[in-house]
């Protein structure tokens, strides 16, 4: 069984700065993409960044402020992100491409909510 745990979510003024972690574990073959999603109340989930082969993707409200980053030792994720908007208000969902027994399939976090107060 695969579990993604992410941790590092919280309350943080406008401009301020948190960092996101998740990591998986369980039995698997191995993690391709991860990455990082977000839903904001009465939104679509949305993309903020993933990695894969050492190639990272952000989101266009993201770019230059978030950092995603991966430990591929430890099958870990994080997201730096500064300058912290009231805009970034949401849960967060760490979401990886494991494979598993050479069958890829898709796992999700259960999500950590980011507040970012005006």
């Known amino acids: 069984q695969v579990q993604l745990v992410e941790s590092g979510g919280g309350l943080v003024q406008t401009g301020g700065s948190l960092r996101l972690s998740c990591a998986a574990s369980?039995?698997?073959?191995?993690?391709?993409?991860m990455g990082w999603y977000r839903q904001a109340p009465g939104k679509q989930r949305e993309k903020v960044a993933t990695?894969?082969?050492?190639?990272?993707i952000y989101g266009n409200s993201v770019q230059g402020r978030f950092t995603i980053s991966r430990d591929n030792a430890r099958n870990t994720v994080y997201l730096q992100m500064n300058s912290l908007k009231p805009e970034d208000t949401a849960v967060y969902y760490c979401?990886?491409?494991?494979?598993?027994?050479?069958?890829?399939?898709?796992?999700w976090g259960q999500g950590t909510q980011v507040t970012v107060s005006s």
């Open positions: 979401g990886a491409g494991v494979v598993v027994a050479g069958s890829s399939n898709d796992y």
């Open positions: 369980g039995n698997f073959d191995s993690v391709n993409v």
């Open positions: 990695v894969s082969g050492g190639i990272t």
